[in-house]
């Protein structure tokens, strides 16, 4: 199915390491991209393919996948990353070409 | 670098026509990647509308595909968006990007600053 699911929010502590999960079937054959969305702001690309930084974003992001479900890792995390967090990824299953998780809510402690 | 912004009335009557204007700066409409234009309605999360190459092709959201159409003018290095017959449920925010798509990866970078466009009489 054309899906691909969020948990609603989490929360981490200020320095802290925190996970952000993505699952759906497209993930199974096609690697994710994350978003950071900053209230009142478009998107921002933080995280694509493999584990691929854009030129500007922190190495404290990175990415992963294993199976169904893809992963956003903020190691050691910072005021300024509380964000919500967009996972998309392409998906050949169903009638859609392209889907995008339902967000995360990072509240920063 | 790349950047985009988009344009358009913020403001439509229900039952009229959405149109928007996305301006490519920095780079060329018709270099090797997909158009996109992306929307949020308040508070809600991303929805992807459909998407456009330099030649034309284009494809849709199987659940806007009828009141959708996506063009491009490369003369004025720009791709806009029309969707017909809105409803109070178009309200969003509307964000164009440019869209990488290779075999097994594929990422929305840069994203325009985005445009609200509310639907009210």
């Known amino acids: 199915s054309s899906e691909l699911t969020q948990d609603p929010a989490v929360s981490v502590a200020l320095g802290q390491t925190v996970r952000i999960t993505c699952q759906g079937d497209?993930?199974?054959?096609?690697?994710a991209s994350w978003y950071q969305q900053k209230p009142g702001q478009a998107p921002v690309l933080v995280i694509y393919?493999?584990?691929n930084r854009p030129s500007g974003i922190p190495d404290r992001f990175s990415g992963s996948s294993s199976g169904n479900t893809a992963s956003l890792t903020i190691t050691g995390a910072q005021a300024e990353d509380e964000a919500d967090y967009y996972c998309?990824?392409?998906?050949?299953?169903?009638?859609?070409?392209?889907?995008f998780g339902g967000g995360t809510k990072l509240t920063v402690l | 670098q790349v950047q985009l912004q988009e344009s358009g009335p913020g403001l439509v009557k229900p039952s009229g026509t959405l149109s928007l204007t996305c301006a490519v700066s920095?780079?060329?409409?018709?270099?090797?990647?997909?158009w996109s234009w992306v929307r949020q309605p308040p508070g809600k999360g991303l929805e992807w509308i459909g998407e456009?190459?330099?030649?034309?092709?284009?494809n849709y959201n199987p659940s806007l595909k009828s009141r959708v159409t996506i063009s491009v003018d490369k003369s004025k290095n720009q791709f806009s968006l029309k969707l017909s017959s809105v409803t109070a449920a178009d309200t969003a925010v509307y964000y164009c990007?440019?869209?990488?798509?290779?075999?097994?990866?594929?990422?929305?970078?840069?994203w325009g600053q985005g445009t609200l466009v509310t639907v009210s009489s």
């Open positions: 998309n990824s392409r998906d050949s299953s169903g009638n859609l070409p392209v889907v």
């Open positions: 393919g493999k584990n």
């Open positions: 920095g780079g060329s409409i018709s270099s090797s990647n997909w």
């Open positions: 456009i190459y330099h030649s034309g092709s284009t």
């Open positions: 990007a440019r869209w990488f798509r290779e075999l097994l990866r594929s990422w929305f970078d840069p």
């Open positions: 497209s993930l199974r054959s096609y690697y």
